[in-house]
């Protein structure tokens, strides 16, 4: 590890945000040479947090643009501020007469309101959007382009535009370059495939669930209240979990929310009654819980057997459960 | 170094990753930045620029260490910890340990050639001698003497990762180190009757095992590497080859062939999504739409410059009733792949399987990716001595499953219209066109055979609104492409 990425590694922590060395160094990468990092994996991974987390921690704003559907350019990059144009012309009649003047013919009369074409088409009247906003932001920002993959394929082609050069061309006002070079975080779901020329462009991260220590740390640093031997209990029911063949799997930002339910509810050790009721907490769906339900009470019928237990459980993690057992 | 990095994206573009030029740029920039010194930030800095799909990752893990392994690790030097005296005890053991084994060879010699055995008795003690002066004096093999262990046991002619194991075993075999076991079995012993002390030999053999550990793992490494790189040169061109096979007719394909297309299958599905896109957008269709209207003319005051219609479209409705006889799996499989990756494009999408009778397939696709879930029908469904019924499918299917016909669903037929002389049931292909939107029949056969032997295609013909031909997977993704964009 060089002294860089332990840098990027110690500033992430100050934002709360646990990095591993493979994110250290794509953010190293990105920042050096100026490309943008795309990281896809499940749901509540922290691909957003890391965005948030180094914005913190670079002191930079965050600006994001939250992809859907429809989305287009006038609602990702500018937009002229129609309602104010028209105000403004309402309000500023008289003065017309003015600069009009006396004029003799009527082409005499529209060559003096050209000269005053900049008022209506200035920047006074453009309402930037978050790219443009991020292009056009005085001091250095991090944009992030969250679930572009729920976008669509048009719009993932005018944003390779964007993040190829860095600049975009609005007619009126000519070409306006970015003055620093936003770091851009783009994330993904995965629910469609990416177009390859945007995928080219970027850095590529992976973001997959975390293992058993690195989750105990994740929920240590950000629920501290809850006792160690809890969190520990509850970190390995969770990954318990995420081996059965669940509709959804439980995501780290569900492993929170669950610890800090136990918190709340000042649970002192995770009995059958404990995880029941706060089941909901991490799983999503009816059938996922079911699921569940049956495989802890199928674990708990071979607690204290070294038996391997039905659905690849490892005999090994018993301990843990040994609970379930005393009946 | 670049030399290096330069192989490495080769060998990942020969296992089937998509790299383009513009990222083995970045590679190279990244690596230049990050530097080469520590391991890890090297191969992150490399997967990142390289890897840019999830499901490349696992290959990139394969190949990345027998590229930039360490080679191993070193063979130590055993005969530094040893005295003089030792160095002779050992020296004088050895020689009576290679006396013996020579004997025991030349009594051998009598016997036939053993299977595997494939050098003379006098070459197999002289590649012993080479193990015993790598292992015990710590030489690493030199890149000749592999590769040349190499070619004897056959590597060149092999180029998949599968032979691995069973050329790096005929390798090992080759320099020796089966006998070398004998030999490290018995030499214990030998060095205690000479007089060598017990420690000492303890640490002996000790260090003569870490380094075998070492070389058979230098050996694999070396093996791996080679066939990576083999992989490189014997690639065929992948792209034209699969360009040959959309025009080849689905039953004269073989199974690594029907492999390549079924990967092609999800190129072909994201332009026909992208072409039905496009063709929505541009078509000029529908009601004005006064809303959008006035709410996109608000920039003009209200007047109606730019006019906006109603561009609701309804994405189809299908039912799929397939022939699963053998002659027809083929078809079926790749339409059905194609139908369930379009899921998207598609409001919804019942599917089900005949021969003699009907039975429903969409449960399968329900729970399982498309690759499992065929391979669950096709298995479930085997072809037997069943004749195929279209009429007594039809039957079924009318009165289990009318529900799933409504006046948006298009009936698809998949099938090459034999009925093997029996009723053909036109009153209910009737009934099922007056229910449903319309009926489409997609047909293997050439026009010339329908109506011939016990084809009742002609009979069909009238109430289908299209009928493709789908001989080869270029004419299926036509008629996929037919089927979408015509709502």
Aim: aromatic share 6%; glycine share 6%; with cysteine.
């Amino acid at each position: 590890m060089s002294d860089a990425t332990v840098k990027i590694k110690e500033q992430l922590a100050s934002q709360q945000y646990i990095a591993s060395d493979e994110i250290t160094t794509v953010i190293y990468l990105a920042e050096q040479l100026g490309k943008p990092i795309l990281s896809e994996g499940p749901a509540g991974v922290g691909k957003t947090e890391l965005s948030k987390a180094w914005a913190g921690a670079t002191c930079r704003r965050l600006i994001r643009l939250q992809c859907y559907e429809g989305l287009d350019e006038t609602k990702a990059l500018y937009e002229w501020e129609y309602a104010k144009q028209m105000l403004y012309t309402q309000l500023l009649r008289d003065k017309l007469q003015d600069v009009i003047g006396h004029v003799s013919s009527l082409r005499e009369a529209a060559d003096r309101i050209a000269a005053e074409e900049e008022i209506f088409f200035s920047e006074r009247f453009l309402l930037p959007r978050p790219l443009l906003q991020a292009l056009t932001s005085p001091e250095p920002v991090v944009l992030l382009i969250d679930e572009i993959d729920r976008s669509d394929v048009e719009f993932e082609a005018f944003l390779l535009e964007v993040l190829s050069d860095f600049q975009v061309s609005v007619p009126e006002l000519g070409t306006i370059q970015a003055k620093h070079r936003p770091t851009v975080f783009l994330t993904s779901n995965n629910t469609r495939e990416l177009s390859e020329a945007l995928k080219r462009r970027c850095l590529y991260l992976y973001l997959d669930y975390p293992d058993v220590e690195a989750e105990l740390n994740i929920v240590r640093l950000k629920v501290p209240d809850l006792a160690p031997e809890l969190a520990r209990q509850a970190v390995e029911l969770v990954h318990q979990l995420r081996n059965l063949d669940l509709k959804k799997s439980p995501s780290i930002s569900e492993t929170l929310d669950w610890a800090r339910a136990l918190v709340q509810l000042n649970a002192k050790q995770l009995d059958e009654k404990t995880v029941e009721t706060t089941m909901t907490v991490l799983l999503k769906h009816e059938t996922d819980i079911t699921r569940a339900k049956r495989a802890l009470a199928r674990r708990g019928a071979n607690g204290g057997t070294n038996k391997p237990g039905p659905a690849g459980f490892d005999p090994d993690d018993m301990g843990s459960y040994r609970v379930f057992g005393r009946k | 170094m670049e030399q290096r990095i330069i192989d490495f994206i080769a060998g990942l573009r020969a296992a089937g990753v998509r790299i383009s030029i513009a990222e083995s740029q970045d590679a190279f920039n990244a690596t230049q930045c990050m530097g080469i010194l520590d391991r890890t930030d090297f191969r992150d800095s490399l997967r990142a620029t390289l890897v840019k799909e999830a499901v490349d990752r696992p290959i990139f893990d394969q190949l990345f260490p027998l590229y930039f392994g360490s080679g191993g690790p070193p063979l130590l030097n055993l005969t530094d910890g040893l005295s003089p005296e030792e160095k002779n005890l050992l020296a004088q053991a050895l020689r009576a340990l290679l006396e013996q084994l020579r004997l025991d060879q030349q009594q051998q010699g009598n016997q036939p050639r053993q299977r595997g055995g494939f050098s003379s008795p006098e070459n197999q003690i002289n590649n012993l001698m080479q193990l015993l002066r790598w292992l015990l004096q710590g030489q690493n093999p030199t890149q000749q003497e592999l590769d040349q262990a190499g070619q004897q046991a056959g590597l060149q002619n092999a180029d998949s990762p599968y032979q691995q194991q069973w050329i790096q075993q005929r390798k090992m075999r080759q320099l020796g180190l089966e006998l070398l076991r004998q030999l490290m079995e018995q030499l214990p012993e030998l060095l205690a009757q000479v007089g060598m002390s017990q420690e000492a030999i303890d640490e002996l053999m000790k260090g003569m095992e870490a380094n075998r550990d070492a070389l058979a793992e230098q050996i694999a490494q070396h093996i791996g590497a080679t066939l990576a790189r083999q992989r490189v040169e014997n690639q065929p061109d992948q792209k034209q080859q699969a360009a040959d096979l959309m025009h080849r007719p689905f039953k004269n394909l073989s199974e690594s062939e029907a492999d390549l297309l079924r990967d092609e299958v999800r190129r072909l599905v994201a332009q026909l999504r992208s072409r039905v896109a496009l063709r929505r957008k541009r078509s000029k269709s529908g009601t004005l739409d006064a809303k959008k209207t006035l709410r996109a003319n608000l920039r003009y005051g209200g007047v109606p410059m730019e006019l906006k219609f109603k561009t609701r479209h309804l994405k189809p409705k299908l039912l799929l009733i397939c022939d699963v006889s053998t002659s027809m799996r083929a078809v079926v499989e790749f339409l059905l792949r194609m139908i369930y990756e379009l899921q998207d494009q598609v409001a919804s999408a019942h599917s089900f399987a005949f021969i003699d009778d009907l039975e429903s397939i969409s449960e399968d696709f329900a729970e399982f990716p498309p690759d499992v879930a065929i391979d669950k029908v096709l298995a479930r469904l085997q072809p037997g001595y069943y004749n195929t019924d279209l009429g007594n499918s039809l039957n079924t299917l009318m009165m289990r499953h009318a529900a799933t016909i409504d006046h948006r669903t298009t009936v698809i037929f998949v099938g090459d219209g034999r009925n093997n002389y029996n009723n053909p049931r036109l009153d209910l292909m009737d009934q099922i066109k007056r229910r449903g939107k319309r009926v489409i029949w997609l047909n293997p056969e050439h026009p010339r055979q329908w109506g011939t032997g016990d084809s009742d295609m002609l009979a069909y013909l009238p109430y289908a609104a299209a009928v493709h031909r789908v001989s080869n997977l270029a004419e299926l993704t036509e008629a996929v492409d037919k089927l979408l964009t015509a709502h």
